[in-house]
């Protein structure tokens, strides 16, 4: 099945928007959603929605099996141990919080050392800001290189024995830099580090194995990777989840509840208080299913041959600013860029207006768009069910915005 039979699975990207058949180059933002995501979540809403683990009646049993089922699609996704290791959290954003305020709080103090780098996404530096400054702990930053890219040599020299935690994005939702977790994993523990990876631009397009990788922490979203928004994964180490504690309190995650005192249920569910996401979990466990039939090998060839054609096509275009690496096999599926003299938001508007949808704006991205030295920039990403049909149609309009900016100056 290549990308134009599985484009057709998708319903939204079937319709015509101002006049024009919809190419959809925005799915590092947010993915589409295949009919067999859409239909698994309609079934539970229409046959079996009860709430799970507290009945025993005959929907709340279906519920709670298909919601237990979807984590271990998740486990066996990512290749975690066991299904203790996976917290179903409202996204990536909720989960890196928990980890900052709940593993970070009990193990970081005054004068311990926080890395990152400048090309995060604003959810995985504020909860390093706000830790550091309710512990008194120094936040450092990693030096990239001119293309963005990270250098081991100074990985090494910047994690040192202050280190407590290291958290980094897998691939950057801005320059496509595809990050080497491993390695870096392995330096961090060499100093009792944790490593912390932002998974979110990863998982969609490319084999996970958090085991392999040895990354202490692992956080994605579903609605990046054909799942419905409002669910994502915590993946953590058994023994480090074990020793943190919740840091939402309720039904569902409780043992024991006293006039007085409170225990808590074993993992994964002390972390999910209250009614879960049942339904997202069940559209992830599908997303995961049609993902995994496709196959992930084949989603990274196909982005890797989409993203190499696009960086011809649009290297040729005068005036045009790609930023990040520009081997495609060192990169992800998206390529931020900039039109000479054209706002990022003006070349949007006029992609819009020809049915092209990307992406304008800072990308919740600030500190490396200081260090690109631009305010904001213009980002197509790729996904499954793009082609380079698609891609010739965002570079002829891109020559078209160019030149009608060019008329009007």
């Known amino acids: 099945m290549d990308a ?26 947010t993915s589409q959603k295949p009919v067999s995501v859409i239909e698994a979540m309609e079934t539970y809403y229409r046959q079996y929605n009860s709430n799970v683990h507290r009945g025993v009646h005959t929907l709340g049993t279906k519920a709670t099996d298909q919601y237990e089922g979807a984590r271990e699609k998740v486990r066996a996704f990512i290749k975690a141990s066991s299904t203790e290791e996976v917290i179903f959290t409202r996204g990536t954003t909720t989960a890196l919080n928990t980890i900052a305020y709940s593993y970070g709080r009990a193990n970081v103090q005054q004068d311990d050392e926080i890395v990152i780098t400048p090309m995060e996404h604003h959810s995985n530096i504020i909860p390093w800001q706000q830790l550091a400054k309710a512990t008194g702990a120094k936040l450092k ?30 691939v950057s939702n801005v320059l496509g830099v595809v990050n080497p977790i491993k390695e ?12 912390v990876v932002d998974g979110a631009q990863s998982t969609p397009h490319m084999k996970i194995d958090v085991q392999e990788l040895d990354c202490d922490f692992f956080t994605f979203s579903a609605h990046k990777m054909c799942g419905p928004t409002g669910i994502g994964v915590l993946y953590g180490k058994k023994h480090l989840l074990e020793e943190m504690e919740p840091v939402e309190f309720g039904g569902e995650m409780i043992d024991f509840v006293g006039l007085y005192e409170s225990t808590w249920k074993e993992l994964p569910w002390k972390f999910e208080g209250g009614t879960p996401i049942i339904a997202g979990a069940i559209g992830l466990g599908a997303a995961i299913d049609f993902l995994e039939e496709v196959g992930m090998d084949r989603i990274l060839e196909h982005e890797h041959q989409l993203v190499a054609y696009a960086l011809e096509k649009m290297s040729a275009i005068d005036g045009l600013t790609i930023y990040g ?3 495609p096999l060192n990169r992800a599926g998206l390529i931020t860029f900039n039109l000479d003299d054209v706002h990022p938001h003006d070349a949007a508007t006029v992609l819009d207006a020809e049915g092209i949808a990307v992406r304008a704006g800072h990308h919740c991205a600030q500190p490396l768009m200081k260090w690109l030295n631009v305010s904001s920039t213009a980002r197509a990403s790729f996904y499954l069910y793009n082609t380079e049909t698609d891609i010739d149609r965002l570079a002829a309009s891109l020559v078209k915005t160019k030149e009608y900016f060019s008329d009007v100056i």
């Open 4 to 29: 134009t039979e599985i484009k057709k699975l998708f319903p939204i990207l079937n319709q015509e928007v101002n006049g024009h058949p919809l190419v959809y180059l925005d799915s590092a933002a």
């Open 141 to 170: 930053y990693l030096p990239m290189q001119e293309d963005g890219t990270l250098a081991l040599d100074e990985i090494k020299n910047h994690i040192t024995s202050k280190t407590k935690i290291v958290a980094i994005t897998h």
């Open 184 to 195: 870096i994993a392995k330096i961090a523990h060499d100093h009792g580090a944790v490593l």
């Open 325 to 327: 690496p520009k081997d």
